[in-house]
């Protein structure tokens, strides 16, 4: 049985990849890697505890998670460039009509890129929240309220 560079072999290598794909679907990943659809839950189960599957399955999730998100540095980096005023890239995206010259027309879709300064607003708004994250409005206010007792009992004086 041949084995990846992984140490898995390629039945396994097709279950981790379409679990990953499936966001965490054992019983579909198993079936789309072939194996018996008999013994599905037990068999994906026994798949998803061993080690080198796990790590493969660890490493795979942590590429794509890097690639797709924002850690909090970088967050505070881009709000502090916003802040200072810098210029930032953005993107427009826009649907055009299209004439197919037989009478017939279609969509194009078109991404523009551009460059922008941000305007006194956008930065006042990336301070704000760069003091927040950085804790500099945690005060709290200590307010002792003393609050009138009414009574209605009291007789009244002729």
Do not use: C
């Not at 194009?108 to 301070?127: F, G, N, V, W």
């Amino acid at each position: 049985m041949a084995l990846d560079e992984f140490g898995l072999t390629l039945k396994q290598r097709i279950f981790a990849d379409e679990y990953i794909i499936n966001h965490g679907n054992a019983s579909e990943a198993y079936r789309k890697a072939g194996y018996s659809a008999k013994v599905t839950a037990a068999g994906a189960s026994e798949i998803l505890r061993n080690p080198k599957v796990q790590a493969y399955i660890a490493m795979r999730t942590a590429e794509a998670k890097s690639k797709r998100t924002m850690d909090v540095t970088e967050a505070l980096e881009r709000l502090a460039s916003i802040a200072r005023g810098e210029k930032q890239r953005g993107v427009s995206n826009s649907v055009e009509k299209v004439e197919n010259g037989n009478g017939k027309s279609s969509t194009k879709k078109r991404a523009k890129t551009y460059e922008y300064t941000p305007d006194s607003h956008d930065q006042l708004s990336a301070i704000d929240t760069i003091l927040k994250v950085n804790g500099a409005f945690n005060e709290s206010l200590n307010v002792k309220l003393e609050l009138p007792t009414f009574v209605d009992d009291v007789p009244e004086d002729d």
